[in-house]
């Protein structure tokens, strides 16, 4: 691994060019560093642009464990299998194992991958040339007068950007959670188990207060990490108010915390949307692939990496033909269709009232494990989307129903191509009909809302997205005693066993079994 020295104080007149690289990546996080390696494993000389030298990264990341890539399943910190949510008094068994990465060993394995033909360089980029004619050199420049030139670009500067300006339909739409590392005298969440969501509010949050849930670990012992997390608003919820939130809940429950550790502030946009093309490739959080609903994106960035850069090893010498390719790998017809409808879900759970996105998760986790697990997917085909939409309205509240047909008239563009994209496979047995007139009446309500503008978008906010990872043991103790637990074994079982399958013929069945009903 080379290593080039750090930055150097600005000069008056720009510095020699370093050696010319195949493709530069500017951001030092899991998404950049592993677009680099995929890159460099691939035979071509990558160039990583970061403000600092190879370093852990800071959050510790959570996946759900099929959907990380085999050799990332090697640098997992832990698995629970034990996973649940509350979305009411007891808990629903998610059944579906969730992984906690080791970050420093994900480092590691992917700096060992790439080898001599990645280099790590520290400084930061501010712009960068446009071509002057066809096929000519790119060339960035950096705040001590760097100039690197090379073939293509990648930004992979998080959320924000660097030289890509990511936008956000509407205003930036954030999800912001604060947590705590601490022990506790009473455990304030399940022994041994990892709770996804809990949905329960404490006495003292009003009935109209923006709602939150709590996402908790045994780190064992008497040691657990809870996080108090604001789903999506717009604007975002404060670190003051999530702090308070997640005290109250800690307090109400008699189990406030003994000894804090350590605290952790989130806050992201949601709604990134998918960028146009371009001379520069956004990649990862810049390049729109945080999740819209549950905000994930490093899966999805370690899955995406390989196949783009197998497009621009396919395209080079040609450097803009491999930019292209590169963007036609990454966001292909069927997905820029998938990342629209994505948004119009988004922006319905932005309409619902406080009491509203409980009552969605409790009808989505209703349904099937094959459907959720598709919908929380990052390369879900439009009309998987489009009929686990349909399925969740169908078992949704009036006050949910509403706010999603007020989404969908929103963007009767999106919805119409969508319920045309499902329409249009005969393979597929619609169970549900809708009655026009209702959905008309609802439309003209004088209740429906327009989107709000963003009134607190702080860049310096902003951060990489990721939850906080922590040890624990599996322990099913707390369930609803009413589960069929031999069915919820075998469910766990199945998706266990998924994790032996090839990645593609996994995907396959899952989409086959969809289309089949």
């Not at 060993?105 to 040339?129: E, F, H, P, Y």
């Amino acid at each position: 691994m080379q290593h080039d020295t750090a930055a150097r104080p600005p000069e008056a007149t720009p510095t020699k060019d370093s050696p010319m690289t195949d493709v530069l990546v500017i951001g030092g996080g899991p998404a950049g560093v592993a677009l680099a390696t995929e890159l460099a494993v691939r035979g071509l000389q990558v160039r990583l642009v970061a403000p600092h030298p190879p370093q852990r990264f800071a959050p510790t990341y959570g996946a759900w464990l099929d959907e990380l890539p085999a050799w990332a399943r090697a640098c997992t910190a832990d698995v629970w299998a034990d996973v649940r949510a509350y979305t009411g008094p007891k808990a629903t068994a998610l059944t579906r194992p969730y992984a906690l990465l080791d970050n420093a060993a994900l480092l590691n394995s992917m700096l060992a991958r790439a080898g001599k033909r990645l280099t790590w360089t520290q400084g930061t980029v501010i712009r960068a040339d446009s071509r002057p004619s066809p096929g000519a050199l790119l060339l960035a420049h950096g705040t001590a007068g760097e100039r690197w030139p090379a073939r293509v670009i990648v930004d992979a500067g998080g959320h924000g950007g660097t030289l890509t300006r990511p936008t956000h339909p509407g205003g930036a739409a954030l999800q912001t959670a604060y947590g705590i590392t601490a022990t506790f005298a009473h455990p304030p969440s399940a022994p041994g188990a990892m709770v996804w969501m809990d949905w329960r509010q404490p006495p003292s949050v009003s009935l109209d207060a923006a709602p939150t849930f709590l996402y908790a670990m045994h780190l064992g012992g008497q040691r657990y990490f809870v996080q108090e997390t604001s789903l999506v608003a717009r604007p975002g919820l404060t670190r003051t108010e999530l702090e308070a939130r997640l005290h109250a809940r800690l307090n109400a429950a008699g189990t406030p915390p003994s000894n804090i550790e350590f605290t952790e502030w989130v806050a992201f946009p949601m709604n990134t949307a998918a960028p146009e093309p371009g001379p520069v490739l956004a990649f990862g959080a810049a390049g729109g692939l945080v999740h819209p609903v549950s905000g994930f994106q490093v899966s999805g960035a370690l899955a995406d990496a390989p196949r783009v850069a197998q497009a621009i090893a396919n395209a080079l010498p040609d450097a803009e033909a491999a930019t292209r390719a590169a963007w036609h790998a990454l966001w292909p017809p069927e997905r820029r269709a998938a990342r629209e409808l994505g948004l119009m879900g988004l922006d319905a759970l932005l309409r619902l009232p406080a009491d509203g996105l409980p009552a969605f998760f409790h009808s989505f986790f209703r349904l099937s494990a094959v459907h959720w697990h598709a919908f929380l997917a990052p390369r879900t085909p439009t009309p998987t989307l489009a009929r686990t939409m349909l399925r969740v309205f169908a078992h949704a509240p009036n006050s949910v129903r509403l706010r999603l047909v007020e989404a969908a008239v929103a963007a009767s563009g999106v919805s119409l191509r969508a319920l045309g994209s499902v329409l249009s496979q005969p393979s597929i047995n619609m169970a549900l009909t809708f009655s026009p007139t209702g959905l008309h009446a609802h439309a003209s309500g004088s209740g429906m809302t327009q989107p709000e503008q963003s009134q607190r978008e702080d860049q310096h906010e902003i951060v990489e997205d990721g939850m906080q990872g922590a040890t624990g043991s599996a322990d099913a103790n707390g369930l609803d005693p009413n589960v069929d637990r031999e069915e919820k074994l075998a469910e766990l079982r199945e998706n266990l066993a998924d994790m032996t399958h090839d990645e593609g013929q996994k995907l396959e069945e899952a989409k086959t079994e969809i289309a089949s009903e």
